[in-house]
């Protein structure tokens, strides 16, 4: 992940009330039982599962799908979808506004997350990430060519690889320019010729009454804040997901201009876009 991203302004000071505290413990009590408790029949699940298919998981996504679900129900966050999931081989890109992006996205489509290699040791994200199959990179040249293996390995396995090419989240409200570098393994040989790209626009409408970014995700926020913010509403808000037509990788001369396309396609479908700021 490059410099986190900054609005400029600080977001607004989150101080509970009593009734903040009740919806905070009822909610996230539930679902850090659903959460852990699932990692647990997970990891179980997966000492039988890696012997018998190796990298293949073809029964822990559905765990980690159901988790996803059961969080926006838990939450009280209405969860919608439009567009059509592709069904070739490769992966997918989209805008980066929160934590919440990864429940979002895996809550309909089984997919596994490429993150940087600092979120392997961020507590209890971290051991979430490592359990569910997500790669880990590091903004190192000299790991280029291991990482591009490992991605070509994952993609012939059949994963859907997730990348969030702005290299940071936002306050939800804009797209901010993607990162070419990040496609340049797609362009290795035997990979371009088979991979296809699936662009998503993740939306986020905030709680009535509440500021427009109110799901965004920024600057120094504290993880812990933001949650039990998310939590506390009174009147959560939503999130959709939109599936724009995949293309193929092939069709495209270099990173560049499938970067531009992607990046625009994801731009088109945020429901009140504003300028993008890198």
């Known amino acids: 992940m490059s410099l986190t991203w900054d609005k400029g302004t600080p ?29 647990a029949i997970l990891l179980l699940v997966r000492l039988i599962e890696r012997p018998l298919f190796g990298m293949k998981r073809p029964l822990t996504p559905y765990i ?11 939450m009280g966050m209405r969860h ?5 999931i592709m069904q070739e081989r490769g992966a997918i890109v989209a805008n980066h506004a929160s934590w919440l992006d990864i429940f979002a996205l895996n809550a309909r489509k089984r997919i596994y997350f ?7 040791g961020w507590a209890g994200i971290g051991w979430l990430a490592r359990a569910t199959g997500t790669v880990f990179i590091r903004r190192d040249p000299r790991q280029a060519v291991t ?12 994963h859907k690889l997730l990348f969030f090419p702005e290299g940071t989240s936002s ?13 340049a393994a797609f362009f290795e040989d035997g990979l371009r010729e088979i991979v296809h790209i699936q662009p998503v626009t993740v939306n986020y409408t905030a ?29 959560p808000g939503a999130v959709e997901i939109v599936y724009h037509p995949a ?7 270099d990173r560049k201009a499938l970067a531009g396309t992607m990046e625009e396609a994801v731009r088109g479908g945020l429901s009140a876009p504003t300028p993008d700021e890198a």
């Not at 009330?17 to 659903?34: E, F, K, M, N, P």
């Not at 799908?65 to 129900?73: G, I, L, M, N, W």
């Open 114 to 120: 490429v993150a940087k290699s600092e979120v392997a």
């Open 147 to 158: 990482q591009k293996l490992l991605f070509a390995a994952r993609l012939r396995a059949g």
């Open 171 to 183: 306050d939800s409200l804009r797209v901010l320019a993607f990162k070419p570098t990040l496609f």
């Open 207 to 235: 709680p009535e009454g509440e500021d427009a970014d109110f799901y965004g995700w920024w600057g120094d926020m504290g993880f812990a804040p933001h949650l039990l913010k998310t939590l506390a509403a009174r009147r």
């Open 80 to 84: 919608t979808t439009r567009g059509e």
């Open 64 to 74: 980690t799908q159901f988790v996803c679900r059961s969080a926006f129900v838990i």
């Open 11 to 39: 977001p607004p000071e989150f101080n509970p009330t009593a009734g903040d505290w009740l919806r905070i413990v009822a909610r996230g009590s539930v679902l850090a039982v659903v959460t852990f408790g699932c990692l």
């Open 247 to 253: 293309v193929a990788v092939a069709d495209f001369p």
